[in-house]
């Protein structure tokens, strides 16, 4: 069964006066079958309509059909009519109930005896699998309440529950009070899940409350001249200095004040800041301050203009009408599971790269123009028409369940950094100032970026898409193109080399691997650039396929550093995936970027080889796979330390005595299983073994131990 969801859908009125087509004359939208789904339809920009299609339960969005229509004339309106089709959904006993919990925590602050804001949070609670499932939420503190504590949920269905403050939370000291929000699948335990809530309660009014949990605390603010600034410190001390450093003796939770009069003069709170994600040059280093919650911002919010807090345990916060901040460092916050950011009109750069956010919604920020929020849960970023500044996207590493705007609301953008993002369709910029566009490994299946690479050393990477149309037309800024592992015909590949070479630009790196081979006209195109010094790859220049015997591997990294240990002076060659080789027993081999590739080393005679792997003292080398071992009869020495190896086949290599395989933090237990298994059943005395001990299992016990009798060093690491 497939999730319901909301499916925005962009269609392009290429004719005169848009007006007409979204007013005057309508689209005309049936829906089959009737009741199955709704369809609202709002104007974008000057070329597109948006029309929304939303399922009913039991339903899912499968398209349009029917379209019909057209216009003649410069200015002819234009008449559409199409069908919105909808699939009820069906039922996969292979998918069990699953319970899926949002949003993520509540976080309530407010002065003793209240009131506390917020004073209640509603979750939505749903069943995203095929059959019904029994639910149940619970919590211990008496601050606390549930509007229900279980229920059912039938497939592809959903709920709401309600935690609230209860009276009980007037009568609390001041403090910072914590409890755990379980929800539970109670029919299979899928999707069970924990939020936290707390509760600030401060005994002084007009403060800005920041809870610490540790033996120090060292902020720095940045205010106007003149500003008097107040800590109240947790311990009952006090402090009139921007950039203090208090020594509570012992680590504790904390709830510290600050007052500064006039709060206008407050222009920046800074509880860490390292620049490890950019930033401005201006502002401060501080490490990052044990600070775990904020309290009372809304006492500065007409008036900050830079919030800082990176690596910090901070798990929500609260942005709302701070009309005047323009910059929010938040990198590497992996406990902050919510941000909230209405009406934030100046707010320019926001960095919550590498945290733990469940939502963004930067719709109400519309001057934003540098967004850093690669690697985060959440299935989406809601943008709404944010974008008319934005020159650096960074949304990279998230499985988004929800499609990104179309690129062309961005004109500015120069920078667009969206790989692994679960991305479909057609990627299209309007943009002329590209200079860095990486968003490989999605299922894309066009990209036009016509004109937008148009001056500069521009860096283009759509390898591991779905695509089978490229577009370059007018990139003249173009230097570094990688569009290897796509669905390019031959006609798509001799388009990007007649295009880059009609550009005529010099020394530059196109990948092209992985797609048709070109036609002889794309192949004199290949030659002129690489007479001009670039370095093209193209499906036939990839490496034949390995004879029998080699030993073949696949890494990951951009620098890939190998080693043997040979006997007398046999024929050592290494092939790269990039057409290339080398010979020697220590090689150091160069490749634009990381990405996934597959070599193979051919040693002759076979016999000469000894050890194979990386050289002692280095390691990760991003090496995912090795195979073809154990044709080597005098192989005593295999070395993969600190790699990316999911598993290792040594059945037959008899002559293994030194094995090497802790730090592989992606090996499987199934796998370290066999590996016990084979040494075990070589017969071999005497040997060592060093392995990830987390993927140790009981299953392998008595082969490690009968090992450990015949001599071996056996050491988890």
């Known amino acids: 069964m497939k999730t319901l969801k909301t499916l925005l859908i962009a269609l392009s009125i290429l004719c005169g006066a848009l007006a007409s087509a979204a007013i005057a004359a309508p689209l005309q939208v049936t829906v089959a079958p009737s009741g199955a789904g709704t369809l609202s339809l709002s104007q974008s920009g000057t070329e597109q309509v948006m029309l929304t299609a939303t399922p009913s339960q039991g339903y899912l969005f499968s398209g349009f059909t029917g379209w019909s229509g057209g216009a003649t004339g410069g200015d002819a309106q234009i008449s559409l009519t199409l069908t919105a089709n909808f699939t009820p959904l069906q039922e996969d006993s292979s998918l069990p109930g699953t319970l899926v919990v949002t949003p993520g925590l509540l976080a309530a602050a407010g002065a003793l005896g209240g009131p506390f804001t917020p004073a209640f949070l509603t979750y939505t609670l749903r069943n995203t699998g095929s059959s019904t499932i029994q639910w149940g939420a619970s919590l211990t503190a008496s601050w606390l309440a549930l509007s229900a504590s279980g229920g059912s949920l039938p497939p592809g269905s959903g709920t709401t529950l309600a ?108 509880l860490g800041f390292d620049a490890d994600d950019g930033g401005d040059g201006a502002i401060e280093r501080v490490p990052a301050q044990p600070v775990i919650a904020v309290s009372g911002l809304e006492l500065v919010a007409p008036y900050l203009q830079k919030w800082c807090s990176s690596r910090t345990q901070i798990a929500s916060l609260n942005f709302d009408n701070f009309v005047n901040l323009d910059t929010i460092e938040f990198f590497r916050g992996s406990a902050l599971v919510q941000v909230s950011l209405h009406n934030t009109p100046k707010l320019s750069r926001a960095c919550f790269e590498e945290c733990q956010l469940g939502a963004l919604d930067l719709s109400e920020s519309p001057a934003l123009a540098d967004l850093r929020g690669a690697s985060n849960p959440y299935p989406g970023i809601d943008f709404g028409a944010t974008g008319a500044r934005t020159w650096h996207l960074c949304i990279r590493d998230n499985q988004f369940a929800r499609s990104l705007p179309p690129m062309t609301q961005f004109p500015q953008l120069r920078e667009l950094l969206i790989w692994n993002d679960n991305q479909t369709g057609a990627l299209t910029t309007s943009s002329s100032q590209l200079t860095a566009v990486l968003a490989s490994h999605n299922r894309y299946t066009s990209a036009d970026f016509s004109g937008g690479f148009s001056a500069g050393n521009g860096w ?79 499906a036939t220049d990839q490496p034949s396929q390995p004879p029998a015997g080699s030993i073949i591997f696949t890494t990951e990294n951009d620098n890939v550093i190998m080693g043997l240990q040979i006997i007398g002076n046999p024929a050592v060659t290494w092939h790269w995936s990039d057409g290339t080789s080398d010979t020697g027993i220590s090689v150091e081999h160069h490749f634009p970027q990381a990405g996934h590739r597959v070599h193979y080393l051919t040693v002759e005679p076979i016999s000469a080889l000894f050890y194979f792997g990386v050289p002692y003292g280095i390691s990760q080398q991003g090496i995912s796979s090795v195979s073809g071992l154990c044709g080597y009869p005098n192989l005593s020495v295999i070395n993969l330390l600190g790699e990316s190896l999911t598993g290792l086949d040594i059945a037959g290599c008899f002559p293994v005595r030194d094995l090497h395989l802790a730090g592989n933090p992606a090996f499987t237990s199934a796998a370290l299983d066999k590996v016990f298994a084979d040494l075990d059943s070589l017969g071999g005395y005497g040997g060592t073994l060093d392995y990830p001990a987390a993927a140790a299992s009981p299953a392998s016990a008595a082969a490690r131990a009968r090992l450990v009798q015949k001599g071996w060093k056996v050491t988890p690491q």
Request: net charge negative.
């Open 460 to 538: 283009l990477d759509v390898s591991d898409n779905q695509l089978s149309s490229l577009k370059l037309t007018g990139c003249s800024g173009l230097v570094d193109v990688f569009a290897g592992n796509n669905n390019l015909s031959a006609d798509a590949v001799d388009s990007v080399l007649e295009t880059l070479d009609s550009l005529g630009r010099f020394a530059g790196y196109l990948d092209l691997q992985g797609n048709a081979p070109p036609s002889a006209s794309g192949l004199q195109h290949a030659d002129h650039l690489r007479q001009r010094t670039w370095n093209v790859i193209l």
């Open 163 to 270: 935690v609230s403050l209860t009276g009980a939370a007037g009568g609390l000291g001041a403090g910072y009070y914590t409890d755990t929000l379980r929800f539970s699948n109670l029919t299979n335990g899928l999707g069970d899940t924990a939020r936290p809530a707390s509760l600030v309660v401060t005994d002084r009014t007009g403060e800005v409350g920041f809870v610490t949990d540790g033996d120090s605390f060292s902020p720095v603010l940045t205010v106007d001249a003149g500003a008097q600034v107040l800590w109240n410190w947790g311990d009952g001390t006090t402090s009139s200095s921007p950039a203090p450093t208090k020594n509570f003796g012992s680590p504790g939770v904390r709830l510290n004040g600050l007052t500064v009069t006039p709060w206008s003069a407050l222009k920046r709170i800074n």
